[in-house]
């Protein structure tokens, strides 16, 4: 299967705009009060709060690079059927 072109753009942005999005959520995520047990930032222990997000985030980052890279990669299919 070869997608068209659109669409491979599309997975490269969609590959982009996860990697501009979710590391800035992150960093909301880590200072947050809500995420360290005494309610300092990076004191005391990890809540679940901030284990759920970095789960969230990591598995989106994955899935945010996998269609980057098979956007890159159709893209590249496309290009040398045409």
Known sequence: MVLSRGWSLFLVGVGVWTW???PRFAVAIWQDPRSWGSGTVADGAATSFLWVHALLIAASLAIGTT???????AWLAARRTS
């Open 67 to 73: 269609a980057g890279v098979l956007g890159v990669r």
């Open 20 to 22: 501009v999005i979710w």
